[in-house]
């Protein structure tokens, strides 16, 4: 196993099936989950499919564009891509523009069912524009000095976060959080200058927490067993954990939860997790865990390996995404972490999550080509297979000349 894994092309092969295999069976899950979703609406069975399905296909090209796009290029595309997604976040404040969905103001209607969330984006800028912020000052040997590692990379984050909060998503908040702590782990920041940063984003979290009834519910729900009555704020949370408990070992078979009845809200977004865990049991959520932790591990290799610093870094911010949003999704499902209406990465519906988060795959597996030894491993592959083939060729050809006329 452990020279499997240490091979030139495992971890670029690790995320492209990692990536993948999460979002097909995402796709299963979300016919399923949204079949009697769809139903109360009065739509097909297949409307929520039908359109994660041109979400993935959408994504998949941006996956491959992404995987083939050289360094350069995805430095140059750091700065349109936050500039962009700050100026769709303050559309989103504008009354008649932004919508309100689940008492969050962070949609922006693109007309009919279409519903774009800016802030999804903004993981994505944050990430692109602080690796190119902090590569260019590691070349230039100034992260050795504080004020150089966190200006202006923590004022940006932090602006974001502003925008984020005016509309009451504490959930990406803390998503995007973590990215930047993952940035700044990433760039060697000194474990004082961590813990600080740490302390301060807790208080303030801790602030936005203690002033909201809606989020001190959410906390008193960790853990939560007894549903209580229509609208009771643990309702989500306990039967989620029903879900999982009925799953048993192998589940109860694809499209036969009882949750996602009504019981279940949100059956197919933040809480998909746990109609997994009734339809596929403890063997599928495990398959799930197992998914996302190759292909967290599988990023770290990428980040620890390269020599380029904007390629370490976007890398460590990537798998700090994916990994610390997954994290925080199935905590709150298990009933381990308050529920943060975060969806599941690659797994959940919502096309403004899958594209971006696609997008970043197709970082990581282009990211992964570019390590030497893959690079050189992919360079001998192509020729060879050619002149191997060319070789078998000529060698049948020759046999079938030396046989006698009447054996062809």
């Known amino acids: 196993m452990r020279r499997a894994w240490d091979r030139p092309l495992t971890a670029y092969y690790v995320i492209i099936g990692a990536g993948l295999l999460i979002t097909t069976l995402g796709l299963v899950m ?3 989950a949204s079949m009697i979703t769809a139903l109360r609406y009065e739509l097909v069975p297949s409307y929520f499919f039908r359109k994660q399905f041109f979400a993935a296909l959408l994504g998949t090209g941006l996956l491959l564009v992404a995987s083939r796009m050289p360094v350069k290029l995805h430095r140059a595309l750091a700065y349109p891509i936050l500039v962009g997604a700050v100026f769709l976040m303050v559309l989103v404040q504008i009354p008649g523009i932004g919508h309100s969905v689940g008492g969050n103001q ?12 800016p802030s999804e984006f903004g993981k994505l800028g944050l990430i692109l524009w602080g690796a190119d912020l902090l590569a260019r000052k590691q070349d230039m040997k100034l992260l050795t000095q504080w004020k150089h590692m966190l200006v202006p990379l923590v004022p940006g984050a932090f602006m974001l976060l502003g925008l984020i909060m005016l509309g009451g998503d504490m959930g990406t908040a803390i998503i995007l959080t973590a990215i930047l702590f993952g940035l700044l782990w990433t760039a060697g920041a000194p474990t004082r200058l961590f813990v600080g940063v740490l302390v301060v984003a807790g208080a303030i979290g801790a602030l936005l927490i203690k002033t909201s009834p809606h989020r001190m519910d959410r906390f008193q729900c960790i853990g939560a067993t007894d549903p209580g009555g229509e609208g009771a704020p643990c309702l989500q949370a306990a039967h989620g954990i029903y879900a999982l408990a009925s799953g048993g070992w192998f589940g109860s078979g694809l499209g036969a939860s009882v949750e996602k009845w009504g019981q279940l809200p949100e059956a197919h977004t933040d809480f998909i997790f ?15 865990l197992a998914l996302f932790a190759a292909l967290g591990y599988a990023g770290i290799r990428v980040a620890g390996r390269t020599e380029d610093p904007f390629v370490r870094f976007a890398a460590g911010g990537v798998t700090t995404w994916i990994t610390a949003q997954a994290v925080v999704n199935i905590g709150a499902v298990l009933g381990l972490l308050p529920i943060a209406g975060v969806p599941l990465p690659l797994f959940s519906y919502g096309g403004s999550a899958l594209l971006p988060t696609m997008f970043a795959v197709g970082l990581l597996i282009a990211f992964a080509r570019q390590e030497p030894a893959a690079k ?7 020729p060879g297979w ?13 046999r079938v000349k030396k046989r006698p006329s009447g054996e062809r």
């Open 274 to 288: 746990a109609v997994a865990g009734e339809e596929l049991g403890l063997a599928g959520t495990l398959s799930v």
């Open 106 to 117: 962070n949609w922006i209607s693109l007309g009919g069912p279409f519903m774009l969330q």
């Open 376 to 382: 050189a491993a992919l360079a001998m592959r192509r």
């Open 30 to 32: 979300v016919y399923s």
């Open 386 to 398: 050619g002149k191997r083939a060319g070789v078998r060729w000529k060698s049948m050809r020759r």
